[in-house]
């Protein structure tokens, strides 16, 4: 069955090593049906999450940004896929910052069940990722109809390009190609 998949990548250098990532990902599950999206965080106009409380009766964020649109997009996909660099062994400011403004969502009827995270970093041990997949997991705990579904992590990578050819591409790839 096709799926609504929205991507947010969230690296100010469009291009960089994590959208390349979220590329290869969308490829896979443009090739298996799938009808995707993909929003670039970089450009946008997301102010801070006022923490008002106002969307928890009203459903909709007190903000006018970019933010605002992009989380209904959220609400209306079935998978999510967030894309980032690794910034001090966490996920970027910019995505943190849409995942708090995605406040509204909490008491919606979200659509989305499997979100993907993909990250990118300078250093490749396996570990580098893992304070910003449990900071990605804190935010799914809040969705209970929600699961992380797949991890993808290209180390090693520290200028613009330098993720060509790397392995995790097939890897993104091929988790892309197997939403169902
Ligand atoms: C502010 C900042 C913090 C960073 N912190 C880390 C880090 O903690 N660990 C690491 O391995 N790389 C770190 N990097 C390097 C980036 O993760 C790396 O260049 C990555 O490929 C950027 O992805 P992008 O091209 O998608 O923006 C940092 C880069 C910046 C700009």
Redesign the pocket.
């Known amino acids: 069955m096709s799926k609504k998949v929205l991507v947010i990548s969230s690296?100010?250098?469009v291009g960089?090593?994590?959208?390349v990532l979220a590329d290869a990902f969308i490829k896979g599950a443009k090739e298996s049906g799938h009808q995707v999206e993909k929003v670039n965080l970089a450009g946008k106009t997301i102010e801070f999450c006022r923490g008002c409380f106002v969307c928890q009766t009203t459903q909709r964020c007190v903000i006018r940004d970019d933010a605002d649109q992009i989380t209904q997009k959220m609400q209306d996909a079935d998978v999510l896929v967030f894309a980032t660099?690794?910034?001090?062994?966490e996920m970027s400011g910019q995505l943190k910052t849409m995942l708090d403004r995605g406040n509204p969502l909490y008491t919606t009827n979200y659509k989305f069940r499997d979100i993907y995270f993909l990250s990118?970093?300078?250093?490749d041990e396996e570990s580098?990722p893992n304070r910003a997949v449990s900071g990605v997991e804190g935010w799914i705990e809040c969705f209970s109809n929600a699961k992380l579904a797949g991890t993808v992590f290209a180390?090693g990578?520290?200028?613009?390009g330098?993720?060509k050819n790397h392995p995790s591409l097939e890897v993104a790839y091929e988790m892309g190609k197997a939403i169902n």
């Open positions: 690296s100010p250098r960089g090593n994590s959208d660099p690794i910034y001090y062994y990118a970093a300078a250093e580098v180390g990578v520290t200028d613009k330098d993720i």
